[in-house]
């Protein structure tokens, strides 16, 4: 079974940047789109950013300007650069993929704070 195995998370304080990987262990076929979900303590998971096959990518109003996602060389790879980061940016943050099904990371931890 396809895992999806993400890294890069951890502290940092506001203003740094981190960036997010996340890597499939196996081929995924018929992919459509790839991207990063977060959820905070006591909030839902809400969309962060996504980038489809054709490569148009799609921001939540509150990373626009800060968060950059991209694709790997590797078909199964994604990546998202997170720069200015603020203190409402703590979450644990979670890799998606669209195909014919959706695949989900475990998630990793993204703690910003002073």
């Known amino acids: 079974q396809v895992q999806l195995v993400e890294s890069g998370g951890g502290l940092v304080q506001p203003g740094g940047s981190l960036r997010l990987s996340c890597a499939a262990s196996g081929s995924i076929f018929g992919i459509k789109a790839m991207g990063w979900y977060r959820q905070a303590p006591g909030k839902e998971r809400e969309l962060v950013a996504t980038i489809t096959s054709g490569s148009s990518t799609n921001y939540a109003d509150s990373v626009k300007g800060r968060f950059t996602i991209s694709r790997g060389n590797a078909k199964n790879t994604v990546y998202l650069q997170m720069n200015s980061l603020k203190s409402e940016d703590t979450a644990v943050y979670y890799c998606?993929?669209?195909?014919?099904?959706?695949?989900w990371g475990q998630g990793t931890q993204v703690t910003v704070s002073s």
């Open positions: 998606w993929i669209a195909a014919l099904w959706d695949y």
